[in-house]
């Protein structure tokens, strides 16, 4: 009996899912290369692939509502991973943020991107419970709250390109969840006004000042943009997306990463550099295939056995789906730049890791759909 179990989940695990993520991984790392010919990144993406691997057929296998049935403990776990980063001498800082923590042999880790696992979970600990009618007020703050205690402490490191992450989670499980309409309105005429109006606010008070202020200019009025100063990355993004014409640029000795005018190329501007290597046809394919990888999750919470599941799989796929507009307006000069990594196509162990892990729970949800 537990022989013919084992074949059925090896015979129902989504490898397509799985592959597809292996892919464009690999494919990453084939950038990151590009990007950094003469540096081990490329080398420490394929090892934290590995490890990344490991970790997804771990909790594949394993059921996933035994760990949300646990998921306070992992959220504690989480905050308390927040709270260690912001010790001087622990975490490290670099670029006025203190956001790793240096791990022998793997270099760096991320616990704000790792953190957002456990704020999943804990989302749908709360929300996944069987109910009926509109959620309450008290309930809405409540997902609040779960969201605002890990975003207060990502903003104290700063990272505020990933405290903003951390928002399509709560906003998917609030609209699964049949948030009141009169809610959503409110929200959304709140952000509508409030968008020029803090703005105005932060630069009359000071506190939207120096890099901040001048890469959120650089999108609102390009033209008068100092090319040469914060407006730099922007510029040198689209310079570089628009060399790769619609094939891809062949002169790789003269590229806009390898000659050094990109800044941080095999992170947070990895798309630009696909674009020059690869061109439009290179960049579509690639979405593409993150397009049939949302589709294989969207299907997974569709076959879902019961809601936790559900919302589970939906809040990582608003997630990714974040941080691929984020990234993608960062790199065309849409967005200003918060450093939002491209998910599985950015250098880092945190966010390989932590995508993995989370599409480990979409196929541990997919073997048990038939479980009751």
């Known amino acids: 009996m537990v022989a013919m179990l084992e074949k059925r989940k090896i015979r129902d695990f989504d490898w397509l899912l799985a592959l597809l993520a292996v892919l464009i991984v690999g494919f990453g790392t084939l950038q990151i290369h590009n990007a950094q010919p003469t540096e081990t990144f490329w080398q420490k993406q394929l090892m934290g692939l590995g490890i990344a691997l490991v970790a997804m057929i771990a909790v594949s296998f394993t059921d996933y509502r035994k760990l949300v049935h646990i998921a306070p403990a992992f959220y504690i776990f989480g905050l308390a991973l927040l709270v260690i980063v912001l010790i001087p001498g622990i975490g490290m800082k670099i670029n006025g943020q203190r956001c790793w923590i240096k791990l022998p042999a793997l270099g760096q880790f991320q616990p704000s991107e790792f953190v957002k696992i456990p704020v999943v979970l804990m989302l749908a600990y709360y929300f996944g419970k069987p109910r009926q009618g509109n959620l309450t007020v008290k309930e809405t703050l409540i997902g609040s709250l779960i969201l605002l205690l890990p975003v207060g402490l990502i903003m104290l490191e700063p990272d505020t390109g990933q405290a903003i992450t951390y928002f399509p989670l709560l906003a998917v499980v609030l609209f699964l969840s049949s948030v009141r ?112 990888l949302f589709s294989r999750l969207i299907t997974g919470a569709r076959r879902s056995p019961d809601r936790t599941g559900m919302i589970v799989i939906m809040a990582v796929v608003g997630g990714l789906a974040f941080q691929l507009f984020i990234n993608i307006g960062m790199a065309v000069g849409m967005l200003p730049v918060i450093g939002v990594p491209l998910p599985l196509m950015s250098a880092g162990l945190s966010s390989v890791l932590a995508t993995f892990i989370a599409i480990g729970f979409a196929i541990s949800i997919q073997l048990r759909r038939f479980v009751n």
């Not at 000071?206 to 943009?225: S, T």
């Not at 891809?248 to 630009?272: N, R, V």
Request: with cysteine; aromatic share 10%; glycine share 10%.
């Open 181 to 292: 309409m009169w809610i959503v309105l409110a929200a959304l005429l709140l952000c509508m006004a409030g968008a020029p109006l803090a703005y105005t606010v932060g630069v009359k008070t000071g506190v939207l000042r120096g890099y901040k202020l001048e890469r959120i200019n650089v999108i609102l009025d390009p033209e008068n943009a100092d090319r040469r100063g914060f407006g730099y990355h922007t510029w040198q993004s689209i310079v570089t997306v628009g060399k790769g014409g619609l094939t891809g640029s062949q002169s790789t000795d003269y590229s806009q990463s390898s000659l050094k005018f990109l800044p941080e190329p095999h992170t947070d501007f990895i798309f630009a550099v696909t674009a020059e290597h690869t061109g439009f046809i290179g960049c579509l394919l690639l979405l593409l295939a993150y397009a049939i």
